[in-house]
């Protein structure tokens, strides 16, 4: 069998997987999140790594369902609810992880509060090759030293209703 048959054979097995579990709205979001899944294998190969926002109009729909998933089929898995903006950093730092980071509408919504500034400058800063986020570190063996984690790690970002700059977001 060749490469791209084998491929093709894995993002259908990734796809019909997901579609057995959660009830999609258009058949495309199946595919984009078997698309996605793969990415996460094989993010060193490319120069961006989009968002995948998983959206509804309402809530208990599906959402967390959706990350129970993703958690089993994801590279390098960190799935939490309202990290800090320090832990993040380090983990990415650290790990280079698939972020599956719930309840992302505290983060982006209307409603968020300035706690969550850091974060989401964070989060909206890394889906690009190259782009650091320097910040003043107290770890490490020169405590001066501005550490400047790797710039990219996978994220997914569940929410009811999500605001238009994260979801700009992506090559």
């Not at 093709?8 to 999609?24: G, K, N, Q, T, W």
């Not at 094989?42 to 309402?58: F, G, Q």
């Not at 300035?114 to 974060?119: P, T």
């Amino acid at each position: 069998m060749r490469d791209e048959t084998k491929l093709a054979v894995a993002l259908d097995s990734l796809e019909a997987f997901v579609r057995r579990y959660v009830a999609f709205s258009l058949p495309e979001q199946a595919t984009a999140i078997a698309l996605w899944i793969a990415h996460t294998h094989v993010i060193d190969s490319s120069d961006t790594s989009p968002y995948l926002a998983i959206t509804s109009a309402e809530r208990q729909c599906g959402k967390t369902l959706l990350l129970d998933l993703l958690e089993l089929l994801v590279a390098r898995v960190w799935r939490a609810v309202l990290p800090s903006d320090a832990i993040v950093y380090r983990k990415i730092d650290r790990d280079r992880p698939t972020l599956l980071l719930d309840e992302a509408d505290a983060i982006f919504g209307r409603a968020a509060s300035d706690r969550y500034e850091g974060l989401r400058a964070l989060l909206n800063a890394g889906n690009r090759r190259g782009t650091r986020v320097p910040r003043c570190a107290s770890f490490g063996p020169d405590p001066s030293q501005t550490p400047q984690p790797p710039d990219r790690a996978r994220r997914a970002l569940p929410a009811a209703g999500r605001r238009a700059a994260c979801r700009n977001r992506g090559p």
